[in-house]
């Protein structure tokens, strides 16, 4: 687990185990523990945990399945599943090979003779014939090149128009290749499969660019486009250059900034931001020097700065990075990256050219569009900072400011709820004396014999608890050992993962406490669950004493008196 762990974090030893900057949710001081012993996780932040597995389904967003394929695939294992293989995973694994198939198409087809203006374009574009092969780029012809051959292949048609290949918008209904007249970019998730397709087209129709639509494999809001490729590099350089086109990033990337990748053409998401967190903290945008190019810089700025990263952005004369880096080099953009200015740099940079600074109605202007992104910092220090630069940079009174900031922000319905880390929490702790059990057992099996003697699982009251505790009791009755990652595989549960996780690695008893604090945990244990019996027992009583069925009432108040029996003798 720490192998896998350390390609999405950067883990340092501390102690026993390992530590981390949490990839789920945002946090400055690291509780992202990896124990190599017990081949677990848990953050205690935001109280995700589990094994390996978990772990690579969360950073992964997979299926249980997809992750036993994708870490067998990494140790060099092969593998076969049943027929019980979800029929989810199945469909996945379809469309994956349709698309290996279509970009095999597409890639063929740019080598014709009838694709010289395609392959004239990308040569234009300085795209060497080493990128091209290696990102896959193709022609997509049209008509129903595609369908006929994936037909010829023994694909059907239903599957492509789920793979998003194909579409029944033209024609009457029939059936046509969804990319037509277009070069192809094959679009590669981390695990290197190609979930979908960016095609650009070839003239003036519109739209220039076109996606795959969503499919089960494919959400342009959760892709960046090239990082399968750069994330080592972004994990060298521990700083990410976020390009927002196809060319930008291929002609980066063909120049040696192996650092970069590409938002698809749109202002980034969350989903994309969080992805990226995983391997830096540090964000540079660069996206074209025009206004949609600002806009998108605008709206992409808004959702790094909620997610607590440290931005620059590189601020282009003019054209994009793609034309950029073709006209002068790759180190005119590592200069341009080093001068990138850091985020209230360019907001003032941005509103300061879009309004005159010494006008009033400037002012006004400037304060009204840079208040709302303040608002969003977070850190009351670096706002502090930035309302004091503001201040000084329009000429007006510091307090003005500050007064005119809080009554701006006061005016809004409350300041941004923090981001919730985790849809993973702990269950509220029924019973204190429950889960010092739990963990006992965990950290030393040998006194699961003693527990199964004096207690079952219905005396525990917290059901989440019962579940782990039916598991440790079947897995001991099997192979009279426990092993934590086998109970986490056992339970099968994400909620459940992540108590197992954080009572196994959070519990640090001395051992010759044991034996009491076992005996305490019994004992408190029985007796809850006696007066629970009996609390039930006592409503009974009274429902019976009203309906006046004497042989009932006799055999409940005869098992009343066991249980007191049994309280007295404990």
Do not use: W
């Not at 006929?148 to 579409?167: N, P, S, V, Y």
């Not at 400011?401 to 993973?424: L, N, Q, T």
């Not at 005996?519 to 629970?532: A, F, M, V, Y």
């Amino acid at each position: 687990i720490v192998e896998i762990a350390s390609g999405y974090i950067n883990l340092k030893k501390a102690g026993r185990n390992y530590k981390a900057l949490c990839p789920f949710h945002v946090e400055k001081t690291p509780s992202f523990i990896v124990n190599s012993e017990k081949q677990i996780f848990h953050c205690f932040g935001c109280g995700v945990g589990g094994n390996v597995f978990n772990l690579v389904m969360k950073m992964e967003n997979i299926t249980f399945i997809e992750s036993v394929k994708f870490l067998a695939q990494k140790m060099g294992m092969s593998i076969t599943f049943s027929e019980g293989e979800s029929r989810e995973t199945k469909e996945k694994e379809e469309i994956y090979k349709l698309n290996e198939e279509a970009a095999q198409l597409y890639h063929f087809c740019l080598g014709k003779e009838t694709a010289k203006g395609p392959r004239d374009y990308l040569g234009s574009r300085k795209l060497s014939d080493e990128t091209i092969k290696k990102f896959k780029i193709g022609y997509a012809p049209g008509g129903k090149f595609l369908i006929q051959e994936l037909l010829k292949r023994k694909f059907g048609i239903d599957l492509m128009r789920r793979a998003g290949l194909t579409t029944f918008r033209e024609s009457g209904g029939e059936p046509q290749d969804y990319f037509r007249n277009r070069i192809t970019f094959p679009i590669f998730n981390l695990q290197n499969r190609i979930t979908g397709f960016g095609a650009r087209v070839l003239g003036d129709t519109q739209p220039k660019y076109l996606n795959t639509p969503d499919t089960p494999v494919f959400s342009k809001g959760r892709i960046l486009y090239g990082l399968n490729f750069a994330r080592e590099g972004v994990r060298k350089k521990d700083e990410v250059v976020i390009v927002e086109g196809y060319l930008d990033f291929l002609t980066l990337y063909q120049n040696g900034i192996d650092n970069t990748v590409a938002s698809l053409g749109t202002a980034l998401t969350e989903g994309q931001i969080s992805t990226l967190r995983r391997y830096t903290e540090k964000v540079v945008i660069c996206y074209d020097a025009d206004a949609a190019g600002e806009e998108a810089t605008l709206r992409g700025l808004e959702l790094v700065i909620e997610k607590e990263l440290e931005p620059r952005i590189v601020v282009l004369d003019s054209g994009d990075p793609d034309s950029f880096v073709r006209e002068k080099g790759a180190k005119a953009f590592f200069k341009k990256v080093d001068e990138a200015l850091p985020l209230i740099d360019y907001y003032f940079h941005h509103f300061f050219s879009k309004h005159n600074p010494d006008s009033t109605e400037g002012k006004v202007k400037i304060t009204a569009e840079l208040f709302p992104m303040l608002k969003k910092i977070k850190n009351v220090v670096h706002r502090g900072i930035y309302l004091k630069k503001l201040a000084e940079e329009l000429k007006l009174d510091e307090k003005m400011i500050y007064a005119e900031f809080e009554r701006v922000s006061k005016g809004k319905k409350g300041e941004p709820k923090p981001e919730k880390p985790s849809d993973i929490k702990l269950p509220e702790q029924g019973s204190r004396a429950e889960s010092i059990l739990l963990k006992l057992m965990l950290d030393d099996c040998s006194l699961i014999s003693t527990v199964r003697e004096n207690l079952e699982v219905k005396d525990f009251k917290n059901l989440n608890y019962q579940k782990i505790l039916t598991g440790i009791f079947d897995i001991f009755e099997k192979y009279g050992i426990i092993d934590i990652k086998g109970l986490i595989d056992y339970l099968n549960n994400e909620e459940l993962a992540s108590i197992v996780s954080s009572f196994s690695l959070e519990f640090n008893l001395e051992h010759e406490n044991r034996k009491k604090v076992l005996e305490d945990c019994i004992k408190r244990i029985k007796e809850q669950s006696l007066l629970e019996k009996k609390r039930k027992i006592e409503e009974e009583i009274k429902k019976v004493e009203k309906e006046g069925s004497a042989d009932q009432l006799n055999l409940l108040l005869s098992k009343y008196q066991e249980l007191e029996q049994i309280s007295r003798r404990n």
